[in-house]
């Protein structure tokens, strides 16, 4: 079985400060991990994801996720959070040698302060 | 960029109504996807679609759902009898293999009343 654990609901950050956004998975396979972001009234975006290359991956708007196979964990920061960042957050994991149906968290709303 | 585009993108329908909900996957696409979130609510898994057939469900897709490919580029989800609790956001995905990612389109909003 698979599932994804998303560690925060909410996170709140000033303007110009580090984001992290906390995501485990529990997975018997090798893991395909990617995280979306959801906008107010929009639709889902793909912001990176992680197939079994390198373990830090870089995404879209200076987003990045490192993949650590010992803690069975992948989140997602970015150096300096922006206004615009503020959104609904979701780690999906896809297991490999199985189902390929995304599992989705339970999401993180990213809260930013001027 | 391909996009995936759904439509309407946001429908009242009153319940015991049959709705049907239409997507357009990105073309070369072989896997197709309905997700659906209700407020408030992490988005769950309906069901998956591949080579004309469904090849996985969740327990939510009942008999009242189905899903069809009828012309070779739509995908719809067609509701039979809506009940109150069906209202929420309903995604469409489309992928052309786990490693290139899941593609989302912006979602319809099913309202119930």
């Known amino acids: 079985a698979q599932s994804v654990t998303q560690l925060d609901s909410h996170v709140s950050v000033s303007e110009g400060t580090p984001v992290l956004l906390r995501c485990n998975y529990s997975?018997?396979?090798?893991?395909?991990l990617f995280w979306y972001v959801q906008h107010p009234n929009k639709g889902l975006q793909l912001l990176l994801k992680?197939?079994?290359?390198?373990?830090l991956v870089k995404g879209i708007n200076g987003f990045e996720a490192e993949f650590k196979k010992s803690e069975t964990s992948f989140h997602l920061t970015k150096p300096s959070a922006h206004m615009s960042d503020a959104a609904e957050y979701f780690c999906?994991?896809?297991?490999?040698?199985?189902?390929?149906?995304?599992?989705f968290g339970r999401g993180t709303s990213l809260i930013v302060h001027p | 960029e391909p996009e995936v585009t759904q439509t309407p993108s946001h429908q009242v329908t009153q319940m015991g109504q049959e709705v049907i909900l239409r997507c357009v996957p990105i073309?070369?696409?072989?896997?197709f996807y309905w997700y659906r979130q209700i407020l408030g609510q992490k988005v769950e898994f309906l069901v998956s679609?591949?080579?004309?057939?469904?090849?996985?469900k969740s327990e939510i897709f009942d008999d009242q759902f189905s899903v069809e490919r009828p012309d070779g580029s739509n995908f719809t989800l067609k509701i039979r009898s809506t009940k109150l609790e069906d209202s929420a956001m309903y995604f469409c995905?489309?992928?052309?293999?786990?490693?290139?990612?899941?593609?989302f389109g912006s979602g319809t909003r099913l309202t119930v009343v």
């Open positions: 997975s018997s396979y090798s893991p395909s």
């Open positions: 995905a489309s992928s052309g293999g786990q490693s290139y990612g899941y593609t």
């Open positions: 999906v994991v896809i297991l490999s040698g199985g189902s390929y149906i995304p599992t």
């Open positions: 073309s070369n696409h072989l896997y």
């Open positions: 992680y197939t079994s290359a390198a373990t």
């Open positions: 679609f591949y080579n004309n057939e469904i090849s996985e």
